[in-house]
């Protein structure tokens, strides 16, 4: 718990600046990216039901990091079998 407050300690208002894009989902993707090089992060909870993240996981196991899964009965099963673990 200490480790991710040090870690993770601020948020990001994100804003729509077009029409028809989820800014948010692009922010979370780029940012899990750049987090992903840090040799010290061994693994990821992405808590979604969004098939949109399948690529993100399957980029991050093949970084060697471990993927759990949070979602909606309604998740489709790429996504799931995407994640090391879905819950």
Do not use: M, W
Not at 20 to 40: C, F
Request: with cysteine; hydrophobic share 30%.
């Amino acid at each position: 718990e200490r480790y991710i407050t040090r870690t993770f300690d601020s948020t990001n208002q994100q804003y729509a600046y077009t029409t028809g894009k989820n800014v948010t989902d692009s922010a979370l993707i780029i940012d899990a990216g750049t987090t992903a090089l840090q040799e010290y992060i061994n693994g990821f909870c992405i808590i979604s039901s969004d098939s949109d993240y399948t690529r993100l996981v399957s980029r991050l196991r093949e970084a060697d990091k471990i993927v759990f899964g949070f979602g909606e009965h309604k998740t489709p099963q790429p996504f799931i079998k995407a994640c090391d673990k879905f819950i």
